[in-house]
């Protein structure tokens, strides 16, 4: 106990104080999956989530094609692998995520969108939570059928200069990428208890009232 407390006393006259004292562990934030095949309302729901809990979106999509857009060599090589429907390697990926919370040391919370998409993603994502001293809190994961995917991707491909949704087998080639080596993420957080399915068709309102009721019971 005494040995204790001169450790508490004499951290307190230390001039330089000890990394924790900087970086204060962060706790309590609620971090949250949106999992679901490409076209099952992950984007949009997304913007009705982030408004009404204050979490920070994190879509690995919208971070590649930032890339993109600025030509940067990432982004050249990222849209070679997303105009033929396949996934962006792991290394990158996580690299950006890692970046993208750092830089986020105040948030209340993550609503991530597109991502994790592999094993080694949750792998790392549970790795760069647990050094905040955080986890997933939940993973809600929207069911669509196939061909309604494919409908609504063929409608935003219309007008959203997405150039793989332009394609009809560009799209079944991100579903199927989807069935081969995403589907593994629900399988992973579901030993952990944390996967809860929500209907993905209807208005856009009413499942979003489903997710909300979900989140409401855990937040
Ligand atoms: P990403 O940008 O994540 O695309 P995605 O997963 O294919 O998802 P989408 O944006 O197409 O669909 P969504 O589920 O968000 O649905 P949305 O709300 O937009 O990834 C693109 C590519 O980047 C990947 O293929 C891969 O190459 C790469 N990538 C990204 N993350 C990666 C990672 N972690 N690892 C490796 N590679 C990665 O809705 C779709 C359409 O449906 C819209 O037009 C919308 O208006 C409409 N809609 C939405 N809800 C409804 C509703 N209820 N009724 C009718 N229409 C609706």
Redesign the pocket.
Known sequence: MFRFLKIIVFQKHLKFKPVQYLYPQQKNMFNLILF?P????????SEHIIDAFGLQHL????L?RTEIAHQTELGME?KR??DA????P?AV?IGMVGNFIDARPDAKGFLF??????TA?CIALDALLKEKNNEINVVLALEVSEEELVK??L??GLTSGRS?DTNETIIRA?IQ?YHDKTTAVATYYAKFNKVVAVT?????ES?YADLKKEIDARI
């Open positions: 679901g490409p076209g099952s309302g992950k984007g949009t729901q879509s690995t999509g919208n590649l990222a692998l997303m429907g396949q996934l962006v792991d990926v969108d597109g991502f994790p998409r592999t993603q609504r991707l409608g935003r793989d991100r990428e993905g068709e209807g208005t856009v499942i």
